[in-house]
């Protein structure tokens, strides 16, 4: 029958069963026969012999009992004579002598002498159970495949027993080991059983053996991940080689069976490949470059397979971290350019978008531009800036601005980008022409060319282009009546003046004109300026003599009183000079004398005075001839003849006539110099009745000129007044003479029309033109 292993634990002992066979004691007839177990004592009592056989015990010495053997057999047993008994002579080992035969008898024989007797004895060894069941090898080895089904037997060697019957192992000798349930080699591996074989004796004894079941490998395990879903992450930009996580997966087998080999579950575009995975050892690596912009995370099936094919998979997923690798980028959207300069502050010129292609704070964008501009970033939705104005924009004084715009993100290290925007402002006529001087001043020369170039005005206008183009015009106006124009004409483009005619100091000496410089904007803006021309002087006239008068016109002749002293005035030479300054200013010489000693002219004056005192012995015609010379470069003059007659009447003459005879005289010049010393006489006297009632009021005279004749202002006519308070100027000749003449008591005047180009004696003509201005300024009304 069989046994089974129900479970086993290690070293569970297994127990057979045995039942044992007691072999019946008895006795073959006409012999004696005895039974007893073997492995008795020697010495050990069988039985009486003697008495079983019916012989007296003390007879057996004498007949020679004794024990005898058939052939060479052992004699196993012993007659003690004295007694009788049979007794154990060697040890009766029943395996030894009888092996597995089921009854082991000993044939003995007790021969007697007196008389020969011999008498068979049969000695039945009984088994005892003196050997214990014995496997053969102390372990039994056995290698179950585990993949082995549920049932399957396993023989075992059989336990040996040398005894026989119940004394040796009962039941079935070979025992078979049965699997009960499946193995799993990956659970447990082998297995320590301890068989105990038992016999039916009694006591038992028990054999026991060790066996030791292998289980051997299939490959029943497929590899297992550690996990389900690896999961990973990694800056971007990592280098190659980056180690980034490392997949295992076990499996349970052995040998190829757990060789586990790693692998992608699918091949990832060629061109996309970033990760590598070690086949063997698991570790994924970096081996492309890592953008998180293009790719913020990667998942992948990942599988592991052993030898034999068997996988499993899993989820790789890597997430990638962003890294502040992407500076900003400033996109101009929109721009404004040229901006007019008259853009109201707050005027949108350009829109900005600025994108960073990080994430969380690598995207936060700080935008600014530079400081000290009249723009500002006005943040609008989103990314986006409103590039807007916040001042007063002026062409003139900026006309391009170069804004940086500059972007910074809030990474670690932050990042930042800029752009330049180059923005121009457009021209508005907003600037009219500014001339570079207040007021101009020319200075022509009389009797200049006409279409000769007096001076020239500039106006500068910043504004661009036409709005700055500067045209130049004369204001329409009058010059006494006279267009301006033709006088003066302008060069539009230059501003160059031109004379249109040529000038005479002696018509007029300035006046003014107004120049407009007109920019070429829509609409226009305009200024003007004041031209002042002053027309010098040029030494054109000769001095003109008014007393006397040009020889020919008339025939005067001036008594001298024969007792005038050294000193007295006897008559004066009144000239005048159209011009002005050293071009008048007179000088008299005398150039011939009928007696040079006697009478001497005053150089500036004019005045002929006698040099000593008339004597008898002086001729009594006395001609002078004079010259009279202005101090102009050069110098014009003009003579004239004064013819004076020693007398105290013209009735005491009597050679008058031959006076006028001398010099081509009639009787005509005679009466006219008669008449000609009356009227002085006459007016002589009348001035000395001004003066006297000048001095009775008291009036201090103003000197008016101060070279050798001073003239009382009162005695200026009106027309002076005028030229010194209203200050208008009279188109005609501006000088005029007043004069005495013929009486040493009387003061001679002499000035000109002008109060003011009259110079003091000791002063040259050199004026600044500071101080015609305030000429000009005095006398307004030149149109
Ligand atoms: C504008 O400014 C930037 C930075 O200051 C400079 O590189 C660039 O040359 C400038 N451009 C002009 C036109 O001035
Ligand atoms: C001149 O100014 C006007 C506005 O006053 C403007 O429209 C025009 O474009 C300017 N011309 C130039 C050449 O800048
Ligand atoms: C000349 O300029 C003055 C102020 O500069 C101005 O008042 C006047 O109107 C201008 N005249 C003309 C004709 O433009
Ligand atoms: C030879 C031998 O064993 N003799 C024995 C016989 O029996 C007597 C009595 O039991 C013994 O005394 C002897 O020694």
């Not at 004239?640 to 009787?667: G, H």
């Amino acid at each position: 029958y069989t046994f089974t292993m129900a479970s086993f634990p290690q070293h569970r002992s297994l127990v057979c069963g045995f039942a044992f066979f007691l072999l019946p004691l008895h006795s073959a007839n006409g012999d004696v026969s005895y039974s007893f177990p073997e492995e008795m004592k020697r010495g050990s009592v069988i039985g009486n012999i003697a008495k079983d056989l019916g012989l007296e015990a003390s007879r057996l010495s004498a007949r020679k009992a004794r024990i005898d053997t058939e052939g060479n057999r052992k004699r196993y047993c012993d007659i003690n004579l004295s007694t009788g008994d049979l007794i154990v002579a060697e040890r009766i080992d029943r395996e030894g002598l009888c092996g597995k035969k089921a009854s082991c008898v000993l044939n003995q024989e007790l021969v007697l002498e007196n008389p020969l007797e011999l008498q068979r004895i049969s000695l039945h060894v009984q088994d005892i159970n003196d050997n214990a069941p014995q496997f053969k090898e102390e372990v039994i080895k056995i290698e179950i495949a585990e993949l082995s089904v549920k049932g399957a037997r396993f023989l075992l060697d059989e336990a040996r027993d040398a005894d026989i019957g119940q004394n040796t192992v009962q039941r079935r000798k070979n025992a078979e080991l049965v699997l009960d349930k499946e193995l799993d080699r990956e659970q447990q591996q082998e297995f320590k059983l301890l068989l105990t074989a038992v016999d039916g004796g009694s006591p038992q004894r028990s054999g026991t053996v060790v066996i030791h079941v292998t289980v051997l490998d299939a490959n029943d395990n497929a590899p297992v991940f550690s996990q389900a879903v690896y999961k990973a992450s990694l800056p971007e930009n990592s280098p190659l080689d980056t180690l980034v996580i490392t997949v295992s997966a076990s499996d349970l087998d052995e040998g190829p069976n757990g060789e586990v080999l790693y692998d992608f579950d699918h091949v990832s575009d060629e061109n996309n490949i970033v990760f590598s995975l070690d086949h063997k050892t698991g570790e994924l690596r970096v081996i492309g470059s890592l953008d998180y912009e293009d790719e913020s995370s990667y998942e992948m099936q990942i599988s592991a397979k052993d030898g034999l094919g068997l996988a499993s998979s899993s989820t790789l997923i890597i997430e990638i971290t962003d890294v502040n690798d992407n500076a900003p980028v400033i996109y101009l959207q929109s721009l404004t350019s040229p901006i007019p300069e008259n853009a109201s502050p707050g005027t949108e010129v350009g829109i900005i978008n600025v994108q960073d292609r990080d994430s969380e704070n690598n995207r936060q964008v700080r935008c600014y531009i530079q400081q000290n501009l009249p723009f500002k970033l006005v943040p609008s939705i989103k990314n986006y800036y409103s590039l807007v104005t916040t001042g007063e924009l002026d062409r003139e004084l900026v006309s391009d601005y170069n804004i940086t715009i500059t972007a910074t993100d809030e990474g670690s290290p932050p990042l930042s980008s800029s752009k330049s925007v180059q923005l121009s402002v457009a021209d508005v006529n907003d600037n009219p022409p500014v001339f570079e001087e207040q007021s101009y001043k020319a200075h022509v020369t009389e009797n200049n060319k006409p279409g000769a170039s007096v001076c020239s005005v500039t106006a500068r206008d910043p504004d661009w282009r036409q709005n700055g183009t500067v045209i130049y015009s004369l204001l329409p106006g009058e010059v006494n009546g006279v267009p301006v124009s033709s006088f003066l004409s302008v060069n539009g483009d230059t501003g160059v003046i031109h004379a249109v005619k040529s000038f005479d100091y002696e018509q007029f000496r300035s006046f003014k004109v107004h120049v407009v410089a007109r920019d070429n904007g829509s609409p226009p803006l305009s200024s003007n300026v004041t031209v002042s021309v002053f027309i010098t002087d040029v030494n054109d006239n000769s001095p003109q003599i008014l007393y006397p008068a040009p020889e020919g016109n008339s025939f005067m002749t001036e008594l001298v009183p024969k007792a005038a002293h050294g000193g007295s005035l006897v008559s004066k030479v009144i000239a005048v000079d159209a011009d002005s300054g050293q071009n008048a200013w007179l000088s008299y010489h005398i150039v011939k004398s009928t007696d040079p000693g006697l009478f001497t002219i005053g150089l500036h004056s004019g005045e002929i005075r006698t040099q000593r005192d008339i004597s008898e012995s002086d001729n009594i015609k006395q001609n002078l001839i004079v010259s009279v010379k202005d101090n102009g470069q050069p110098s014009l003059s003009a003579t004239c003849t004064m013819y004076l007659v020693i007398s105290d009447n013209l009735a005491e003459v009597p050679e008058l006539k031959d006076v006028s005879y001398d010099e081509n005289n009639s009787k005509l010049t005679s009466y006219l110099i008669i008449a000609l010393v009356s009227v002085s006489t006459f007016f002589l006297t009348f001035i000395i009745v001004i003066l006297a009632v000048r001095f009775c009021r008291r009036r201090k005279p103003r000197l008016l000129f101060d070279g050798a004749v001073a003239i009382p202002s009162a005695y200026l006519p009106p027309n002076y007044a005028e030229v010194d308070g209203a200050g208008t100027l009279r188109s005609t000749y501006n000088y005029d003479a007043y004069l005495t003449t013929g009486s040493r008591t009387s003061d001679f005047k002499f000035v000109t029309s002008f109060n003011d180009n009259t110079l003091p004696a000791d002063q040259t003509l050199r004026k600044t033109p500071t101080d015609f201005a305030e000429e000009l300024d005095d006398s307004e009304g030149f149109g």
